[in-house]
């Protein structure tokens, strides 16, 4: 089991910028996938950036060249760095982990609880 806790979110003014934090309680080298999905008022559920364990990384087309995900194995952190903020991007953001761990038969995805940003224009 990978406890997921998110931290970070908040009030922003347009243009400004937010960096969103995971902490994890899992065994980084089983975390093959890590990403930040985030839910708009009124909407579902959208990808933003997923990191894989060697590093590579994908974007929404939405976000690609303001955010930049990242993640510290050593410290169990995955970090979304959100620069030029719009009102788009308000929404609750959500932390996943997908994962094969010892002793695990199949892979795994977990989920933070979210944290919620909110841009003013």
């Known amino acids: 089991q990978v406890q997921l806790v998110e931290s970070g979110g908040g009030l922003a003014q347009a243009g400004a910028s937010l960096r969103l934090s995971c902490g994890h309680s899992?065994?980084?080298?089983?975390?093959?996938?890590m990403g930040w999905y985030r839910r708009p008022p009124g909407k579902e559920r959208e990808l933003v950036a997923l990191i894989s364990i060697g590093g590579d990384t994908t974007y929404a087309d939405s976000v690609e060249g303001r955010f930049i995900i990242s993640r510290n194995n050593a410290n169990k952190t995955m970090y979304l760095q959100m620069n030029s903020l719009e009102p788009e991007d308000t929404a609750v953001y959500y932390c996943m982990a997908a994962a094969f761990c010892s002793g695990d038969d199949v892979e795994n995805d977990y989920w933070g609880q979210g944290t919620q940003v909110a841009v003013l224009s």
């Open positions: 899992g065994d980084p080298d089983c975390l093959l996938v």
